[in-house]
């Protein structure tokens, strides 16, 4: 093409100039879209990330508080049990070595329990000790509550010189009655109990956390910690990081692996102790990546066809232009102004063919309203998420999607959100509902962005169900926090039970039955008998505490499963109710029973309750009491069967609820809590408990406990 | 219901118990044993230890026969009171019989090692308590010797 002088083609050459703008545009306008959606999506995906790796931190912390609280009160156990006692004595004592090695047993998060005296050395254990006398005198939790009593210590890790591993512990300070320090008390925890946990809740393969001291010690980690690597460097992340706050967020390139990560990190209660948690931003951005590479594909479609299109267009004007070129300045003038027109209106609708497309294939549920909230555009997955038909949306409000309590509200925020309109989440922090057509209602998330165009505002809303996901990590956080709370809070409960309430119910038992001794002759009858119910009322009272106190002692002095002989169990029962099956002129059978998992003192009491119950609830006739076992599936089903008076069908549920009774006090005494027990062992074990019986006909309970190996809870 | 004990003269309890109610169900019990009491009563550790070594208003105490001491207690509890006169050369022959509500199997070990002489659970009515106070002052002020006081 000559550019010198004067080319009466000069409104051709414009044109072809204005199709590599197009050509140029056709490639640059889905890329620069495609990197707005993908920065978006981006954001998203590590806002989704860090809100998981701060839950997960929360279990963690929990995990790890439950843990530290259990050694704590360990520590107290054993302080309280060799308070008064000499060194000599102590290392003496084989009941103290005994009493130290039960409670290892009993606390799988417990390694080992150590006495040292006020010179560091240890003069009794859990343990059997070397030799040679062993000191803790160089660790670091003995030279600080040497000097001070700083509550429970938690020292930094070492290798073991008796369990041989890499081990921490919890210390706590024992003094004499003037004050003085008096050595210490050392409980020993271990990393591995920590990561095992990490490793079940964790990712695969992929977990990265810590559990470390402000002064940076590390106590634990995952993946496994190098043992020439027991601190944090001074200047590592988490470090810095704790020196600023309790609990946060960070994100950080690890020295061990060069990956990067997104941590949150908390303190362990008052402990000195952190613990903090890890994803790769790889694997936090992997959904992110693959909805990227589909929707990378779609955009490069559209923007090949387009440039196809585009390039197209330019071969046909270039060849136009060769034809044109003869023409008249002025005749070139006019068409060029025809065709620039023809030109802006085709690319509109071309853009806005892209626009729908894109709307229209995208998985999530998009809507677009204008200025007075009129829905003009919706697209499938809306459509599917609130049931409505495509024509039903179009044209309705947008509040149409909102429950009615909602609504006038929302029309407000509408008209606000016109004046000052922004990208932003709807509802911050607020959980926001949907409505479907049907008026049933769903948790959402709502994304909104303005859109600006020649016809005025228009708003574009993204809307997420996330009634799913809000229900399963509002009950996952909420049966976590129940089980954590609970073993503490039943020992707490047990103790009350047992020493607060017991002495005012003495104390009142003991002044009302006074009153009935010393002025029972200066009384009426009337008087006395009144005096008779309070004392028989008080007595049922401290009946019922002291069961309560056996109802929790089924959770709280669980014992680790064994196996057990089911035949056993029976023998012992038999032996216990020996005196009740005499003087009820009973007959007790067995037939063949099985050996299962569980814990033996727990199980004899089960039976001594099922038994007992038939010897207590006997009919006229003298009681025959049959105890069998049969294989169902993968578990075997236990009956007791009696003669016995039977009980209602409606109350078949009812008599395993806690002081639940069918019958009256003076007839068969009793707190109803016999059945509440057997019911809340036979859970622990993992089985079933249920009754058959009529009126009449005697009753057999049943219960289901699982063959083979079964974890204690 | 007033024998005098083997020593001819009401026999001296020293009662430690920081629960009124208690104290009170003690005084009463003690009232309808076959002997003769007389019952002096402190409230914490600290005090009894006063009484027995005759320090501040207890200058004219006399040396009990037998000290009925309760476990659980504020400020000095009874585990420390056992300890102090274990080792105290002056009081280490006084008999100690611990009365608690306390059934802990820990709580009865370390009282015998602390030296007590008997460990009785208070029973949760006014008959049995009546009938464990007669057996413990028929044993303590008519079989025993006690040990000479010099």
Same mark, same amino acid.
């Given at each position: @093409?000559?550019?010198?002088?004067?080319? *009466?083609?000069?409104?051709?050459?414009?044109?072809?100039?204005?199709?590599?703008?197009?050509?140029?545009?056709?490639?640059?306008?889905?890329?620069?879209?495609? !990197?707005?959606?993908?920065?978006?999506?981006?954001?998203?995906? @590590?806002?989704?990330? =860090?809100?998981?790796?701060?839950?997960?931190?929360?279990?963690?912390?929990?995990?790890?508080?439950?843990?530290?609280?259990?050694?704590?009160?360990?520590?107290?156990?054993?302080?309280?049990?060799?308070?008064?006692?000499?060194?000599?004595?102590?290392?003496?004592?084989?009941?103290?070595?005994?009493?130290?090695?039960?409670?290892?047993?009993?606390?799988?998060?417990?390694?080992?329990?150590?006495?040292?005296?006020?010179?560091?050395?240890?003069?009794?254990?859990?343990?059997?000790?070397?030799?040679?006398?062993?000191?803790?005198?160089?660790?670091?939790?003995?030279?600080?509550?040497?000097?001070?009593?700083?509550?429970?210590?938690?020292?930094?890790?070492?290798?073991?010189?008796?369990?041989?591993?890499?081990?921490?512990?919890?210390?706590?300070?024992?003094?004499?009655? !003037?004050?003085?320090?008096?050595?210490?008390?050392?409980?020993?925890?271990?990393?591995?109990?920590?990561?095992?946990?990490?490793?079940?809740?964790? *990712?695969?393969?992929?977990?990265?956390?810590?559990?470390?001291?402000?002064?940076?010690?590390?106590?634990?980690?995952?993946?496994?910690?190098?043992?020439?690597?027991?601190?944090?460097?001074?200047?590592?992340?988490?470090?810095?990081?704790?020196? +600023?706050?309790?609990?946060?967020?960070?994100?950080?390139?690890?020295?061990?692996?060069?990956?990067?990560?997104? /941590?949150?990190?908390?303190?362990?209660?008052?402990?000195?102790? /952190?613990?903090?948690?890890?994803?790769?931003?790889?694997?936090?951005?992997?959904?992110?990546?693959?909805? %990227?590479? &589909?929707?990378?594909?779609?955009?490069?479609?559209?923007?090949?066809?387009?440039?196809?299109?585009?390039?197209?267009?330019?071969?046909?004007?270039?060849?136009?232009?060769?034809?044109?070129?003869?023409?008249?300045?002025?005749?070139?003038?006019?068409?060029?102004?025809?065709?620039?027109?023809?030109?802006?209106?085709?690319?509109?609708?071309?853009?806005?063919?892209?626009?729908?497309?894109?709307?229209?294939?995208?998985?999530?549920?998009?809507?677009? @309203?204008?200025?007075?909230?009129?829905?003009?555009?919706?697209?499938?997955?809306?459509?599917?998420?609130?049931?409505?038909?495509?024509?039903?949306?179009?044209?309705?409000?947008?509040?149409?999607?909102?429950?009615?309590?909602?609504?006038?509200?929302?029309?407000?925020?509408?008209?606000?959100?016109?004046?000052? *309109?922004?990208?932003?989440?709807?509802?911050?922090? &607020?959980?926001?509902?949907?409505?479907?057509?049907?008026?049933?209602?769903?948790?959402?998330?709502?994304?909104?962005?303005?859109?600006?165009?020649?016809?005025?505002?228009?708003?574009?809303?993204?809307?997420?169900?996330?009634?799913?996901?809000?229900?399963?990590?509002?009950?996952?956080?909420?049966?976590?926090?129940?089980?954590?709370? $609970?073993?503490?809070?039943?020992?707490?409960?047990?103790?009350?039970?047992?020493?607060? %309430?017991?002495?005012?119910?003495?104390?009142?038992?003991?002044?009302?039955?006074?009153?009935?001794?010393?002025?029972?002759?200066?009384?009426?009858?009337?008087?006395?008998?009144?005096?008779? +119910?309070?004392?028989?009322?008080?007595?049922?009272?401290?009946? @019922?505490?002291?069961?309560? %106190?056996?109802?929790?002692?089924?959770?709280?002095?669980?014992?680790?499963?064994?196996?057990?002989?089911?035949?056993?169990?029976?023998?012992?029962?038999?032996?216990?109710?020996?005196?009740?099956?005499?003087?009820?002129?009973?007959?007790?059978?067995?037939?063949?029973?099985?050996?299962?998992?569980?814990?033996?003192?727990?199980?004899?009491?089960?039976?001594?309750?099922?038994?007992?119950?038939?010897?207590?609830?006997? $009919?006229?006739?003298?009681? &025959?009491?049959?105890?069998?076992?049969?294989?169902?599936?993968? =578990?075997?089903?236990?009956?007791?069967?009696?003669?016995?008076?039977?009980?209602?069908?409606?109350?078949?549920?009812?008599?395993?609820?806690?002081?639940?009774?069918?019958?009256?006090? &003076?007839?068969?005494?009793?707190?109803?809590?016999?059945?509440?027990?057997?019911?809340?062992?036979?859970?622990?074990?993992?089985?079933?408990?249920?009754?058959?019986?009529?009126?009449?006909?005697?009753?057999?309970?049943?219960?289901?406990?699982?063959?083979?190996?079964?974890?204690? $809870? | 219901?007033?024998?005098?004990?083997?020593?001819?003269?009401?026999?001296?309890?020293?009662?430690?118990?920081?629960?009124? #109610?208690?104290?009170?169900?003690?005084?009463?019990?003690?009232?309808?044993?076959?002997?003769?009491?007389?019952?002096?009563?402190?409230?914490?550790?600290?005090?009894?230890?006063?009484?027995?070594?005759?320090?501040?208003?207890?200058?004219?105490?006399?040396?009990?026969?037998?000290?009925?001491? #309760?476990?659980?207690?504020?400020?000095?509890?009874?585990?420390?009171?056992?300890?102090?006169?274990?080792?105290?050369?002056?009081?280490?022959?006084?008999?100690?019989?611990?009365?608690?509500?306390?059934?802990? #199997?820990? #709580?009865?070990?370390?009282?015998?090692?602390?030296?007590?002489?008997?460990?009785?659970?208070?029973?949760?009515?006014?008959?049995?308590?009546?009938?464990?106070?007669?057996?413990?002052?028929?044993?303590?002020?008519?079989?025993?010797?006690?040990?000479?006081?010099?």
């Amino acid at each position: @093409m000559n550019r010198a002088g004067v080319d *009466p083609s000069d409104g051709a050459g414009a044109r072809v100039r204005s199709y590599k703008n197009l050509v140029a545009a056709s490639v640059l306008v889905p890329m620069l879209l495609f !990197a707005v959606v993908a920065w978006e999506g981006y954001k998203d995906a @590590m806002r989704e990330a =860090e809100q998981e790796v701060g839950r997960v931190a929360d279990v963690l912390q929990g995990h790890a508080l439950n843990v530290f609280e259990t050694h704590q009160l360990v520590a107290q156990r054993v302080s309280d049990r060799i308070l008064g006692m000499s060194w000599p004595d102590i290392e003496r004592s084989g009941d103290i070595r005994a009493y130290l090695g039960k409670i290892r047993d009993e606390y799988q998060q417990i390694k080992g329990i150590w006495l040292a005296d006020a010179s560091g050395v240890v003069r009794n254990a859990s343990e059997v000790l070397p030799p040679s006398p062993l000191s803790v005198a160089d660790r670091d939790y003995f030279q600080a509550l040497q000097v001070a009593d700083a509550g429970t210590m938690i020292g930094h890790i070492v290798p073991g010189r008796v369990l041989k591993a890499l081990n921490f512990n919890v210390a706590r300070r024992r003094e004499t009655q !003037a004050g003085t320090f008096d050595g210490v008390v050392i409980v020993t925890a271990f990393p591995g109990y920590f990561t095992d946990f990490w490793n079940r809740i964790g *990712p695969t393969g992929d977990i990265a956390a810590a559990l470390a001291r402000k002064d940076g010690a590390i106590l634990a980690r995952a993946p496994e910690m190098d043992r020439n690597v027991l601190r944090l460097p001074t200047d590592s992340p988490l470090r810095e990081a704790i020196r +600023r706050a309790e609990r946060g967020r960070y994100r950080a390139v690890s020295t061990l692996d060069n990956k990067e990560r997104l /941590y949150a990190y908390r303190r362990v209660g008052e402990y000195d102790a /952190y613990v903090g948690y890890g994803i790769t931003v790889h694997h936090a951005l992997s959904p992110w990546r693959s909805h %990227l590479v &589909r929707s990378g594909s779609a955009f490069a479609i559209a923007s090949a066809a387009l440039l196809l299109l585009s390039l197209g267009a330019q071969e046909r004007a270039r060849q136009e232009q060769q034809a044109i070129r003869q023409w008249q300045e002025t005749a070139g003038k006019l068409r060029e102004e025809v065709a620039r027109r023809a030109d802006a209106e085709a690319d509109l609708r071309r853009s806005e063919e892209r626009f729908h497309a894109t709307v229209e294939s995208a998985p999530s549920a998009i809507v677009m @309203m204008d200025a007075g909230g009129k829905i003009v555009v919706s697209n499938a997955a809306t459509e599917k998420l609130f049931d409505y038909s495509h024509d039903e949306l179009l044209g309705q409000q947008i509040e149409v999607l909102m429950p009615d309590r909602f609504r006038e509200e929302h029309r407000r925020h509408r008209f606000a959100y016109v004046e000052a *309109p922004s990208a932003r989440t709807m509802g911050a922090g &607020r959980a926001l509902y949907g409505r479907r057509k049907d008026g049933s209602e769903l948790r959402i998330e709502v994304n909104v962005s303005p859109v600006e165009t020649r016809e005025g505002l228009f708003v574009l809303a993204a809307i997420a169900d996330v009634t799913e996901r809000t229900r399963q990590t509002e009950a996952l956080r909420k049966a976590n926090d129940a089980l954590e709370r $609970s073993n503490i809070e039943l020992q707490r409960f047990a103790y009350l039970a047992s020493h607060d %309430l017991q002495t005012p119910m003495r104390t009142v038992a003991s002044f009302v039955e006074l009153l009935g001794s010393t002025y029972g002759d200066k009384l009426d009858a009337q008087a006395r008998d009144w005096i008779q +119910r309070t004392i028989r009322a008080t007595h049922h009272l401290q009946a @019922m505490v002291r069961d309560v %106190l056996e109802y929790s002692r089924v959770d709280s002095q669980a014992r680790p499963f064994e196996p057990v002989e089911l035949r056993q169990v029976y023998d012992h029962a038999l032996l216990l109710l020996e005196a009740a099956i005499r003087e009820a002129a009973g007959e007790v059978s067995c037939g063949e029973l099985p050996l299962v998992m569980g814990d033996r003192a727990q199980l004899v009491q089960l039976m001594v309750n099922l038994m007992g119950n038939a010897l207590k609830y006997r $009919s006229a006739d003298p009681p &025959r009491i049959r105890v069998s076992a049969e294989r169902k599936d993968t =578990e075997w089903q236990v009956a007791v069967s009696d003669n016995g008076i039977g009980i209602p069908l409606r109350y078949h549920e009812r008599i395993f609820e806690i002081f639940e009774r069918l019958h009256d006090e &003076r007839d068969r005494p009793g707190t109803g809590i016999g059945l509440a027990v057997c019911r809340r062992v036979v859970h622990r074990h993992g089985g079933r408990i249920w009754v058959e019986s009529e009126p009449g006909k005697g009753s057999t309970f049943h219960f289901t406990i699982p063959e083979g190996t079964v974890n204690a $809870s | 219901m007033s024998t005098l004990s083997a020593r001819g003269r009401p026999a001296e309890v020293l009662l430690v118990e920081d629960n009124d #109610d208690d104290a009170e169900l003690t005084r009463i019990a003690l009232g309808q044993a076959t002997f003769a009491v007389n019952l002096h009563r402190v409230t914490n550790g600290e005090e009894c230890m006063a009484f027995l070594r005759k320090e501040g208003g207890y200058s004219a105490a006399p040396v009990p026969d037998l000290i009925l001491l #309760d476990l659980n207690m504020p400020r000095m509890d009874g585990r420390e009171v056992l300890h102090a006169i274990g080792a105290d050369d002056a009081l280490r022959h006084l008999p100690v019989v611990v009365l608690t509500t306390s059934a802990a #199997d820990e #709580d009865v070990i370390v009282s015998y090692r602390l030296g007590c002489r008997s460990y009785i659970v208070k029973p949760p009515d006014f008959g049995s308590f009546a009938k464990a106070i007669r057996g413990l002052t028929d044993y303590w002020f008519s079989l025993v010797v006690l040990a000479s006081r010099s």
